[in-house]
Every structure is written in structure tokens, then in C-alpha cells.
């Protein structure tokens, strides 16, 4: 083979993985019309927070605004998000859970009823390793806020990850682990008064 040739044909080899490494990146939109169709999912979860330490547990989502972190011992804490406010139970507390605006809140920019990624000022940063997608999306009238980094795997799209920097800079990185979408969850499950009710408060 001459070194034309053999130039030639390398240089369509690296035309094709470059291209196929390429369509692995998500556009926004399709970020953007994949948490719109995700209804309801749940799984596990693996949480590394800002100390390095880790916790585990299990998670549901039903959108639009509401979440829920249940965590295994020895931690068995609680988050709850319904109702516009995010909620955070502390077992070893006897007071009534902290609430916060959900909206003020990273969480709040995946869990509203219309997530559009293409707003502008959103989305600060896009990048993609041809396997994965990583954007880091903030409100764009209050990205005092804080924001959260989300990565998304293609064929199909899946969220296998985020990590949330809130107002304070500290940052918690959460896990999917098995995330199933699609079936029914108990609207009972978010409701942050029910669980005040029944923890005695």
C-alpha cells in the first residue's frame, strides 16, 4: 500500500471515531426533552459528600417538584422535596425538619414542570468525553443559588450522576445506581407534613 493511500485511509479512520465520538454528546434539547419525559424513576444511590465521606440509599422522583432521599443506617436521614419546599430530616434531632424554597434550590432546576436547558445563561459550562455528556446548569436569575453538574450517558439517555454546589460553595455528588423511569409512585411518599406527623412533630 502506498503512503498515500495509507495516509488516506487513516485520515477516514480518524474522520469516523472523531464523528462517532461526536454523536455521543447530548444536545440541550435533547437533555432538556429526556427530564421532561422522565416522569417518575427510582433507585439507589451512592452519595459522596463535601468531607469525602459516603453515604448510600434509596431514591424516587415524581415530577415535576418533588424528591426523595431515604438513606441507609447508620445515617437514616431523610429529604424530602414537595409542595415547593425541600425538606431535610435529621434522626438524631427533635426538632422539626429545615425547609428551604425548592426553586432556591440547585435541585429545583431539573425538578420544575418545563426544564429548558436553552435559556439563556442556564447552562455554564457543556462538555462531553464521547461517552458522556456533562453540563452544569444554574438559574439563570439566581445563580447566587448555586448550580448543579449533571451527566447524562446516550443510547438511550440515562442521568447516572450529579454533584449540587449550593450558596456556600459546598459541593455533594450523588450516584444513580439502577435508576428504573416509568411506573407509579405514592404521591404519600413526598408528603413532608404526613412525615412531620408521623416522626411526632
Do not use: C, H
Not at 63 to 76: A, K, M, Q, T
Not at 144 to 149: A, D, E, P, R
Not at 189 to 201: A, C, L, T, V, Y
Request: proline content about 5%.
Amino acid at each position: 500500500m502506498s503512503k498515500r493511500i495509507l495516509y488516506l485511509a487513516m485520515s477516514l479512520m480518524l474522520a469516523f471515531y472523531a464523528g462517532a465520538a461526536s454523536a455521543q454528546q447530548l444536545s440541550l434539547a435533547q437533555i432538556s426533552q429526556y427530564l421532561n419525559g422522565l416522569q417518575t424513576a427510582q433507585g439507589g444511590f451512592t452519595q459522596i459528600n463535601q468531607d469525602g465521606t459516603l453515604s448510600t440509599g434509596q431514591i424516587f422522583i415524581k415530577r415535576p417538584g418533588r424528591i426523595r432521599f431515604e438513606y441507609n443506617p447508620p445515617n437514616e436521614a431523610l429529604v424530602l422535596a414537595s409542595g415547593g419546599q425541600l425538606a431535610v430530616f435529621d434522626p438524631r434531632s427533635n426538632v422539626p425538619p429545615d425547609r428551604f424554597p425548592l426553586n432556591q434550590t440547585p435541585l429545583g432546576i431539573i425538578l420544575q414542570d418545563n426544564v429548558n436547558l436553552g435559556r439563556e445563561r442556564m447552562v455554564t459550562n457543556q462538555t462531553s468525553d464521547g461517552t458522556t455528556t456533562t453540563i452544569t446548569a444554574q438559574d439563570p436569575d439566581n445563580p447566587q443559588y448555586g448550580n448543579i453538574q449533571l451527566v447524562f450517558t446516550a443510547n438511550p439517555i440515562e442521568l447516572r450522576q450529579w454533584i449540587v454546589t449550593d450558596e456556600f460553595g459546598t459541593q455533594t455528588t450523588v450516584i444513580m445506581n439502577d435508576l428504573v423511569t416509568g411506573g407509579s409512585i405514592r404521591d404519600q411518599r413526598f408528603n413532608i407534613i404526613s412525615e412531620m406527623r408521623d416522626r411526632g412533630f
